[in-house]
């Protein structure tokens, strides 16, 4: 999932790699470095499946009655830019572990990797591609989560089907679902794995300045695929799952203002099918519970069970 576009031209190879330049590889080469990386992806994968084993019967995205509307309305849950989110810190707190790591270790690595996280750097994020989220949760029995993202209990939540969700990402390729995990050390000795596989097969093989280049921008791409599960601690309540699909800046996708800023999303097409329960929150008065089952009916989803969240307000 690097979200890379590879182009051919005549017999070689225009690698793009965000984070240093544009190379030429030789068929051979080319060659040669997929196997290189797939020695490199292969143990990062095998942690990754460490990390994925939780998969809940059911996820739960909340929001208020007016986003609601428009998911229901365009059956799209939007996904938008990891830099834009409610909270700015969330994507920081990562990068900034992440690039301690690296830090550290600036005289072993390339000076391109060592400065790629930086708070200049964030590995061309907004310049070369975006990363898009969206963010579901695996309960929705936490007063918390009804607080700070359904007005404040009056919203509401929307339950989709794991396992419908798993099909739409195994037949679209578009996007990821994947747990967060919480904690600082976790990510550094990820961060700490990653950085000394790079460095073993890098001595093991022998690559000119361009293939190197290539070779550790796709290092750069397994520490930010990595970097992109973790959150602060503080927000381990949530038991968060998250939607996550890294494009070009490129690749199309749409724009809203919130508060007085724009920001980048994609939509992705998973209401439809995986949407099976609708759950209002403890402040949905009993008249907007009647209105919002008649506005699932005229839309399309009737069979979609409409509930009430059984939690105090306060």
Same mark, same amino acid.
């Given at each position: 999932m690097t979200g890379r576009k590879r182009l051919w031209k005549s017999e070689a190879r225009i690698i793009k790699s965000g984070i240093f330049k544009e190379i030429t590889l030789s068929p051979s080469r080319i060659q040669f470095l997929d196997q290189l990386k797939t020695r490199l992806h292969e143990p990062i994968l095998e942690m990754w499946k460490e990390w994925? %084993?939780? %998969? $809940?019967? #059911?996820? !739960? =995205? +909340?929001?208020?009655? %007016?986003?609601?509307?428009?998911?229901?309305?365009?059956?799209?849950?939007?996904?938008?830019?990891?830099?834009?989110? *409610?909270? $700015?810190?969330? +994507?920081? !707190?990562?990068?900034?572990?992440? *690039? +301690?790591?690296?830090?550290?270790?600036?005289?072993?690595?390339?000076? *391109?990797i060592s400065d790629s996280f930086s708070p200049q750097g964030q590995v061309g994020l907004g310049r070369v591609w975006r990363i898009y989220v969206a963010s579901l949760c695996a309960r929705c029995d936490r007063l918390g989560l009804w607080w700070r !993202?359904?007005?404040s209990g009056n919203g509401v939540a929307l339950e989709f089907s794991y396992s419908d969700i798993a099909d739409i990402v195994q037949r679209t390729k578009q996007f990821a679902v994947i747990p967060m995990r919480y904690g600082r050390l976790p990510l550094l000795d990820a961060t700490? /794995?990653?950085?000394?596989?790079?460095?073993?097969?890098? =001595? %093991? #093989?022998?690559?000119? +300045?361009?293939?190197?280049?290539? /070779?550790?921008?796709?290092?750069?791409?397994?520490i930010l695929n990595s970097l992109l599960r973790f959150k602060h601690p503080v927000y381990m309540e949530e038991q968060e799952l998250r939607t996550i699909s890294i494009c070009d800046v490129a690749e199309p996708c749409f724009t809203r203002r919130q508060d007085e800023e724009l920001i980048h999303y994609i939509e992705l097409p998973i209401v439809q099918p995986a949407l099976k329960r609708l759950i209002t929150g403890p402040g949905v008065t009993t008249h907007t519970r009647k209105e919002l089952r008649s506005f699932l009916d005229d839309n399309g989803f009737g069979l979609v069970e409409l509930l009430s969240v059984n939690l105090p307000l306060r």
């Open positions: 994925d %084993e939780h %998969e $809940p019967r #059911a996820l !739960y =995205h +909340f929001t208020n009655i %007016e986003k609601l509307k428009k998911i229901v309305r365009s059956k799209m849950l939007w996904a938008s830019d990891v830099l834009k989110l *409610n909270d $700015p810190t969330e +994507f920081l !707190y990562a990068t900034e572990a992440a *690039n +301690f790591v690296l830090k550290c270790r600036w005289s072993e690595l390339p000076v *391109n !993202y359904a007005d700490e /794995f990653i950085c000394d596989l790079g460095l073993t097969l890098a =001595h %093991e #093989a022998d690559l000119s +300045f361009d293939e190197a280049s290539e /070779f550790w921008s796709e290092v750069c791409l397994r």
